[in-house]
Protein backbone atom coordinates (compact mmCIF):
# COMPACT_ATOMS: atom_id res chain seq x y z
CA UNK A 1 0.00 0.00 0.00
CA UNK A 2 1.28 2.78 1.22
CA UNK A 3 4.33 2.36 3.01
CA UNK A 4 6.72 4.88 1.16
CA UNK A 5 4.09 7.92 2.00
CA UNK A 6 5.32 10.85 3.06
CA UNK A 7 2.12 11.71 5.87
CA UNK A 8 3.28 8.22 7.56
CA UNK A 9 4.56 8.31 11.08
CA UNK A 10 7.45 6.05 11.01
CA UNK A 11 8.70 8.86 8.51
CA UNK A 12 7.96 11.80 10.62
CA UNK A 13 9.78 9.91 13.98
CA UNK A 14 12.36 9.23 11.99
CA UNK A 15 12.63 12.84 11.01
CA UNK A 16 12.36 14.11 14.26
CA UNK A 17 14.95 11.60 15.65
CA UNK A 18 17.52 13.03 13.12
CA UNK A 19 16.80 16.66 14.08
CA UNK A 20 17.39 15.73 17.48
CA UNK A 21 20.68 14.47 16.56
CA UNK A 22 21.63 17.49 14.57
CA UNK A 23 20.62 20.10 17.02
CA UNK A 24 22.51 17.73 19.67
CA UNK A 25 25.33 18.15 17.87
CA UNK A 26 25.20 21.54 17.56
CA UNK A 27 24.53 21.70 21.04
CA UNK A 28 27.64 19.86 22.62
CA UNK A 29 29.59 21.48 19.40
CA UNK A 30 28.83 25.43 21.12
CA UNK A 31 29.23 24.28 24.58
CA UNK A 32 32.24 22.44 24.53
CA UNK A 33 33.85 25.58 22.57
CA UNK A 34 35.33 28.32 24.48
CA UNK A 35 32.69 31.35 24.03
CA UNK A 36 35.63 33.63 22.14
CA UNK A 37 36.53 30.74 19.67
CA UNK A 38 32.65 30.63 18.90
CA UNK A 39 31.56 31.13 15.35
CA UNK A 40 29.63 33.83 14.23
CA UNK A 41 26.11 33.61 13.67
CA UNK A 42 25.80 30.64 16.07
CA UNK A 43 22.74 29.96 17.63
CA UNK A 44 22.93 30.43 21.15
CA UNK A 45 22.67 27.26 23.39
CA UNK A 46 19.43 27.74 25.08
CA UNK A 47 17.88 28.34 21.37
CA UNK A 48 18.97 24.47 20.96
CA UNK A 49 17.60 23.57 24.30
CA UNK A 50 14.27 25.13 23.21
CA UNK A 51 14.04 23.30 19.81
CA UNK A 52 15.26 20.23 21.66
CA UNK A 53 11.84 19.91 24.16
CA UNK A 54 10.01 21.39 21.32
CA UNK A 55 11.11 18.30 19.05
CA UNK A 56 10.85 16.37 22.18
CA UNK A 57 7.06 17.09 22.59
CA UNK A 58 6.77 16.17 18.49
CA UNK A 59 8.10 12.71 19.43
CA UNK A 60 5.42 12.45 22.56
CA UNK A 61 2.69 13.89 20.22
CA UNK A 62 4.23 11.24 17.40
CA UNK A 63 4.27 8.45 19.87
CA UNK A 64 0.50 8.69 20.85
CA UNK A 65 -0.10 8.61 17.61
CA UNK A 66 1.62 5.66 16.71
CA UNK A 67 -0.14 3.90 19.61
CA UNK A 68 -3.15 4.82 18.08
CA UNK A 69 -2.01 3.43 14.66
CA UNK A 70 -1.08 -0.12 16.29
CA UNK A 71 -4.48 -0.76 17.83
CA UNK A 72 -5.94 0.46 14.58
CA UNK A 73 -3.14 -2.29 12.45
CA UNK A 74 -4.72 -4.92 15.33
CA UNK A 75 -7.86 -4.02 13.76
CA UNK A 76 -6.74 -4.16 10.64
CA UNK A 77 -4.74 -7.75 10.90
CA UNK A 78 -7.59 -9.17 12.23
CA UNK A 79 -9.92 -8.08 9.53
CA UNK A 80 -7.14 -9.82 7.29
CA UNK A 81 -7.11 -13.22 9.26
CA UNK A 82 -11.12 -12.89 8.88
CA UNK A 83 -10.59 -12.26 4.97
CA UNK A 84 -8.25 -15.28 4.81
CA UNK A 85 -9.90 -17.31 6.25
CA UNK A 86 -13.49 -16.76 4.35
CA UNK A 87 -10.96 -17.05 1.21
CA UNK A 88 -10.00 -20.51 2.66
CA UNK A 89 -14.17 -21.17 2.83
CA UNK A 90 -14.77 -20.26 -0.46
CA UNK A 91 -11.93 -22.58 -2.01
CA UNK A 92 -13.54 -25.29 -0.13
CA UNK A 93 -16.56 -24.93 -1.12
CA UNK A 94 -15.08 -24.34 -4.73
CA UNK A 95 -13.61 -27.76 -4.67
CA UNK A 96 -16.74 -29.44 -3.48
CA UNK A 97 -18.73 -27.71 -5.81
CA UNK A 98 -16.25 -28.96 -8.74
CA UNK A 99 -16.54 -32.59 -7.05
CA UNK A 100 -20.43 -32.79 -6.96
CA UNK A 101 -20.89 -31.17 -10.68
CA UNK A 102 -18.23 -34.39 -11.90
CA UNK A 103 -20.79 -36.90 -9.98
CA UNK A 104 -23.51 -34.62 -11.68
CA UNK A 105 -22.27 -35.04 -15.18
CA UNK A 106 -21.43 -38.51 -14.42
CA UNK A 107 -25.01 -39.33 -13.26
CA UNK A 108 -26.12 -37.35 -15.94
CA UNK A 109 -24.51 -39.31 -18.86
CA UNK A 110 -25.62 -42.65 -17.41
CA UNK A 111 -29.02 -41.76 -17.27
CA UNK A 112 -28.46 -40.48 -20.64
CA UNK A 113 -27.47 -43.83 -21.79
CA UNK A 114 -29.95 -45.46 -19.85
CA UNK A 115 -32.63 -43.58 -21.18
CA UNK A 116 -31.54 -44.26 -24.66
CA UNK A 117 -31.13 -48.14 -24.31
CA UNK A 118 -34.83 -47.60 -22.71
CA UNK A 119 -36.36 -45.95 -26.26
CA UNK A 120 -34.72 -48.25 -28.33
CA UNK A 121 -35.89 -51.28 -26.49
CA UNK A 122 -39.59 -49.39 -26.33
CA UNK A 123 -38.96 -48.94 -30.10
CA UNK A 124 -38.23 -53.02 -31.02
CA UNK A 125 -40.47 -54.76 -28.18
CA UNK A 126 -40.82 -58.24 -28.10
CA UNK A 127 -43.22 -60.93 -26.53
CA UNK A 128 -41.53 -62.50 -23.16
CA UNK A 129 -43.56 -65.49 -25.50
CA UNK A 130 -41.30 -65.48 -28.38
CA UNK A 131 -38.50 -64.96 -26.70
CA UNK A 132 -39.01 -68.25 -24.38
CA UNK A 133 -40.10 -70.09 -27.50
CA UNK A 134 -37.28 -68.79 -28.80
CA UNK A 135 -34.61 -70.00 -26.06
CA UNK A 136 -36.70 -73.31 -26.34
CA UNK A 137 -35.35 -74.12 -29.82
CA UNK A 138 -31.75 -72.69 -29.25
CA UNK A 139 -31.52 -75.64 -26.27
CA UNK A 140 -33.59 -78.49 -28.01
CA UNK A 141 -30.45 -78.11 -30.94
CA UNK A 142 -27.90 -79.06 -28.28
CA UNK A 143 -26.22 -75.84 -29.55
CA UNK A 144 -25.74 -74.43 -25.83
CA UNK A 145 -24.80 -76.94 -23.84
CA UNK A 146 -24.14 -80.94 -24.78
CA UNK A 147 -26.29 -83.42 -23.46
CA UNK A 148 -25.45 -85.17 -20.47
CA UNK A 149 -25.12 -88.69 -22.27
CA UNK A 150 -23.39 -87.28 -25.64
CA UNK A 151 -20.57 -89.74 -26.58
CA UNK A 152 -17.93 -89.16 -29.81
CA UNK A 153 -20.51 -89.69 -32.97
CA UNK A 154 -23.65 -88.71 -31.48
CA UNK A 155 -25.19 -86.18 -33.93
CA UNK A 156 -26.29 -84.07 -31.12
CA UNK A 157 -23.44 -81.60 -31.33
CA UNK A 158 -22.67 -78.97 -28.37
CA UNK A 159 -21.31 -76.32 -31.50
CA UNK A 160 -23.10 -74.40 -33.87
CA UNK A 161 -23.75 -76.87 -36.73
CA UNK A 162 -22.78 -75.65 -40.24
CA UNK A 163 -26.56 -74.90 -41.04
CA UNK A 164 -26.44 -72.94 -38.22
CA UNK A 165 -23.23 -71.14 -38.78
CA UNK A 166 -24.41 -70.40 -42.25
CA UNK A 167 -27.86 -69.05 -40.82
CA UNK A 168 -25.85 -66.54 -38.68
CA UNK A 169 -24.68 -63.19 -38.70
CA UNK A 170 -20.89 -64.33 -39.39
CA UNK A 171 -22.22 -65.67 -42.94
CA UNK A 172 -24.13 -62.90 -43.78
CA UNK A 173 -20.90 -60.84 -43.34
CA UNK A 174 -18.73 -62.92 -45.35
CA UNK A 175 -21.66 -62.59 -48.32
CA UNK A 176 -19.28 -59.20 -48.92
CA UNK A 177 -17.14 -59.87 -51.74
CA UNK A 178 -13.99 -59.12 -49.73
CA UNK A 179 -15.08 -62.01 -47.16
CA UNK A 180 -15.60 -64.91 -49.75
CA UNK A 181 -12.66 -67.14 -49.43
CA UNK A 182 -12.73 -66.80 -45.82
CA UNK A 183 -16.45 -68.03 -45.83
CA UNK A 184 -15.52 -70.89 -48.14
CA UNK A 185 -13.21 -71.89 -46.24
CA UNK A 186 -15.35 -71.97 -43.02
CA UNK A 187 -17.60 -73.94 -45.49
CA UNK A 188 -14.44 -76.75 -45.07
CA UNK A 189 -13.92 -76.26 -41.58
CA UNK A 190 -16.69 -77.87 -39.67
CA UNK A 191 -16.26 -80.81 -42.21
CA UNK A 192 -13.17 -82.71 -40.39
CA UNK A 193 -15.69 -84.49 -37.84
CA UNK A 194 -18.29 -85.29 -40.97
CA UNK A 195 -15.54 -86.77 -43.00
CA UNK A 196 -13.80 -88.79 -40.44
CA UNK A 197 -17.64 -90.58 -40.17
CA UNK A 198 -18.42 -90.53 -43.59
CA UNK A 199 -15.78 -89.53 -46.23
CA UNK A 200 -17.41 -88.85 -49.74
CA UNK A 201 -15.55 -90.16 -52.68
CA UNK A 202 -16.06 -86.55 -53.89
CA UNK A 203 -13.57 -85.05 -51.84
CA UNK A 204 -10.93 -87.77 -52.38
CA UNK A 205 -10.92 -87.09 -56.23
CA UNK A 206 -11.25 -83.07 -56.35
CA UNK A 207 -7.98 -81.15 -54.84
CA UNK A 208 -8.71 -78.77 -51.72
CA UNK A 209 -7.01 -75.88 -53.24
CA UNK A 210 -10.46 -74.83 -55.33
CA UNK A 211 -11.98 -72.96 -53.04
CA UNK A 212 -15.22 -73.50 -54.67
CA UNK A 213 -15.30 -77.08 -53.95
CA UNK A 214 -15.19 -76.83 -49.92
CA UNK A 215 -18.73 -76.23 -50.49
CA UNK A 216 -19.02 -78.87 -52.71
CA UNK A 217 -17.83 -81.11 -50.00
CA UNK A 218 -19.96 -79.86 -47.74
CA UNK A 219 -22.93 -80.46 -49.95
CA UNK A 220 -21.94 -84.27 -50.80
CA UNK A 221 -22.24 -85.46 -47.36
CA UNK A 222 -23.87 -82.70 -45.49
CA UNK A 223 -26.90 -83.58 -46.69
CA UNK A 224 -28.44 -86.12 -44.94
CA UNK A 225 -26.74 -84.65 -42.21
CA UNK A 226 -28.25 -81.44 -42.98
CA UNK A 227 -31.52 -82.48 -43.23
CA UNK A 228 -31.85 -84.11 -40.23
CA UNK A 229 -30.38 -81.49 -38.62
CA UNK A 230 -33.14 -78.82 -40.77
CA UNK A 231 -36.28 -81.02 -39.63
CA UNK A 232 -34.62 -81.26 -35.85
CA UNK A 233 -34.33 -77.56 -35.84
CA UNK A 234 -36.70 -75.44 -38.43
CA UNK A 235 -39.07 -78.33 -39.49
CA UNK A 236 -40.49 -77.02 -42.87
CA UNK A 237 -36.90 -75.53 -43.90
CA UNK A 238 -35.15 -78.29 -43.32
CA UNK A 239 -36.88 -80.22 -45.75
CA UNK A 240 -36.69 -77.43 -48.12
CA UNK A 241 -33.34 -77.68 -47.93
CA UNK A 242 -33.06 -81.48 -48.46
CA UNK A 243 -33.68 -80.45 -52.29
CA UNK A 244 -31.06 -78.37 -52.76
CA UNK A 245 -27.27 -79.08 -53.48
CA UNK A 246 -26.20 -75.65 -55.11
CA UNK A 247 -23.93 -73.29 -52.81
CA UNK A 248 -26.50 -69.90 -54.58
CA UNK A 249 -29.47 -71.79 -53.04
CA UNK A 250 -27.51 -72.73 -49.35
CA UNK A 251 -26.83 -68.71 -49.47
CA UNK A 252 -30.72 -68.40 -50.23
CA UNK A 253 -31.59 -70.41 -47.33
CA UNK A 254 -29.13 -68.82 -45.00
CA UNK A 255 -30.60 -66.03 -45.51
CA UNK A 256 -33.97 -67.54 -44.92
CA UNK A 257 -33.13 -68.92 -41.86
CA UNK A 258 -31.93 -65.70 -40.45
CA UNK A 259 -34.56 -63.98 -41.77
CA UNK A 260 -36.78 -66.73 -39.78
CA UNK A 261 -34.44 -66.07 -36.60
CA UNK A 262 -34.66 -62.15 -37.18
CA UNK A 263 -38.11 -62.28 -37.21
CA UNK A 264 -38.07 -64.03 -33.96
CA UNK A 265 -36.22 -60.74 -32.38
CA UNK B 1 5.45 -1.55 22.81
CA UNK B 2 4.51 2.09 23.45
CA UNK B 3 6.02 2.31 26.97
CA UNK B 4 9.42 0.43 25.26
CA UNK B 5 9.10 3.03 22.69
CA UNK B 6 8.44 5.87 25.24
CA UNK B 7 11.83 4.81 27.42
CA UNK B 8 14.15 4.52 23.71
CA UNK B 9 13.09 7.99 22.36
CA UNK B 10 13.06 9.58 25.40
CA UNK B 11 16.61 11.65 24.88
CA UNK B 12 16.16 14.19 26.95
CA UNK B 13 17.63 12.85 30.36
CA UNK B 14 20.85 11.82 28.31
CA UNK B 15 20.91 15.32 26.63
CA UNK B 16 20.75 17.14 30.26
CA UNK B 17 23.32 14.62 31.34
CA UNK B 18 25.54 15.44 29.14
CA UNK B 19 25.58 19.22 29.33
CA UNK B 20 26.22 19.12 33.09
CA UNK B 21 28.99 17.32 32.07
CA UNK B 22 30.49 19.16 29.96
CA UNK B 23 29.73 22.25 32.54
CA UNK B 24 31.73 20.55 34.61
CA UNK B 25 34.46 19.60 32.20
CA UNK B 26 34.15 15.83 33.21
CA UNK B 27 36.30 13.06 31.58
CA UNK B 28 33.53 10.81 30.58
CA UNK B 29 31.50 13.38 28.08
CA UNK B 30 32.97 11.37 25.14
CA UNK B 31 31.46 8.25 26.57
CA UNK B 32 28.36 9.94 27.15
CA UNK B 33 28.45 11.04 23.90
CA UNK B 34 28.98 7.53 22.57
CA UNK B 35 26.37 6.29 24.74
CA UNK B 36 23.66 8.88 22.88
CA UNK B 37 24.33 7.99 19.50
CA UNK B 38 24.22 4.54 20.59
CA UNK B 39 20.53 5.49 22.07
CA UNK B 40 19.59 7.25 18.96
CA UNK B 41 20.59 3.82 16.98
CA UNK B 42 18.15 1.99 19.18
CA UNK B 43 15.68 4.28 19.02
CA UNK B 44 15.76 4.10 14.82
CA UNK B 45 15.20 -0.06 15.41
CA UNK B 46 12.31 0.72 17.60
CA UNK B 47 11.12 2.88 14.84
CA UNK B 48 11.87 0.24 12.48
CA UNK B 49 9.73 -2.58 14.50
CA UNK B 50 6.77 -0.52 15.15
CA UNK B 51 3.47 -2.37 14.25
CA UNK B 52 1.42 0.18 11.38
CA UNK B 53 3.30 3.21 11.15
CA UNK B 54 4.72 2.52 7.79
CA UNK B 55 0.60 3.89 6.66
CA UNK B 56 -0.38 7.20 7.54
CA UNK B 57 -3.45 7.15 9.57
CA UNK B 58 -5.90 8.44 6.63
CA UNK B 59 -4.57 5.08 4.63
CA UNK B 60 -5.31 2.92 7.76
CA UNK B 61 -8.31 4.36 7.26
CA UNK B 62 -8.98 3.19 3.66
CA UNK B 63 -7.28 -0.31 4.58
CA UNK B 64 -10.00 -0.90 6.58
CA UNK B 65 -12.61 0.11 4.52
CA UNK B 66 -11.65 -2.17 1.97
CA UNK B 67 -11.28 -5.30 4.49
CA UNK B 68 -14.51 -4.52 5.78
CA UNK B 69 -15.81 -4.01 1.91
CA UNK B 70 -14.16 -7.48 1.20
CA UNK B 71 -15.23 -9.28 3.90
CA UNK B 72 -18.71 -8.87 3.81
CA UNK B 73 -18.96 -9.88 0.19
CA UNK B 74 -16.93 -12.89 0.86
CA UNK B 75 -19.83 -13.62 3.84
CA UNK B 76 -22.59 -12.92 1.15
CA UNK B 77 -21.11 -15.01 -1.37
CA UNK B 78 -20.70 -18.13 1.28
CA UNK B 79 -24.06 -17.29 2.42
CA UNK B 80 -25.41 -17.27 -0.58
CA UNK B 81 -23.73 -20.38 -2.12
CA UNK B 82 -24.70 -22.05 1.53
CA UNK B 83 -28.55 -21.59 1.27
CA UNK B 84 -29.06 -22.96 -2.72
CA UNK B 85 -32.01 -25.02 -2.91
CA UNK B 86 -29.51 -28.33 -3.26
CA UNK B 87 -27.70 -27.74 -0.44
CA UNK B 88 -30.91 -26.83 1.86
CA UNK B 89 -32.63 -29.74 0.78
CA UNK B 90 -29.31 -31.69 2.01
CA UNK B 91 -28.82 -30.12 5.45
CA UNK B 92 -33.06 -30.52 6.12
CA UNK B 93 -32.84 -34.52 4.78
CA UNK B 94 -30.89 -35.97 7.64
CA UNK B 95 -33.43 -34.24 9.62
CA UNK B 96 -36.05 -35.51 8.41
CA UNK B 97 -35.07 -38.98 8.96
Known amino acids: MASASTGSTKQRLLTLIEDVEIATRELFEIMSTPKGQQRPGAPEPTELIQLLVEKDKEIKECLQTASKQAEIQKTIDDLKHEVDKRDLDIKILQKNLKEAENVLSTAIFQAKQKLEAINKANEKRISSEELIKFAHRISASNAVEAPPTWQPGDPRRPYPTDYEMRGGWLAKMSDMPNNVPAVQSQGSYGEPMATNRNPGPAEISVPPTQSHLGSLTWQGHGDGQMSSMGSHLHGNQGSEFKGHKDVDEVEIMSSDSSSSSSSDE | ?97
Open chain 2, 1 to 97: MANVADNELNFLPYIYDIIKSIDRDSRDVNQKIIDFRNQLLKARECVEKMPGIQYSRQDQRKQIEILQKQLTQKTHLIQKYKSLQPFQEQVETPMHQ
